[in-house]
Structure formats: structure tokens, C-alpha cells
């Protein structure tokens, strides 16, 4: 989901911060972290 990410970079920018917690084909987790 690379373009809803930079999405939400440049829509929220610091305010919310992106981390990958797994990272394998067919098991994507994302974090998601108001800041």
C-alpha cells in the first residue's frame, strides 16, 4: 500500500508516524502512531 502511505505522509506529515511490524509477503502489519 505505498501510495495510501505517502498519502498519509504528506496529508498528516509528523503528526503520525509509520512503522512496519512484519514485513513478509502475505503478512503485512503497519503501526500506525499518532504522535
Not at 506529515?13 to 503485512?28: D, F, L, S, T, W
Request: cysteine-free.
Amino acid at each position: 500500500p505505498l501510495p495510501l502511505l505517502q498519502q498519509l505522509q504528506m496529508r498528516y506529515g509528523e503528526a503520525v508516524h509509520i512503522e512496519y511490524r512484519q514485513r513478509e509477503p502475505g503478512a503485512i502489519v503497519i503501526d500506525f502512531v499518532r504522535q
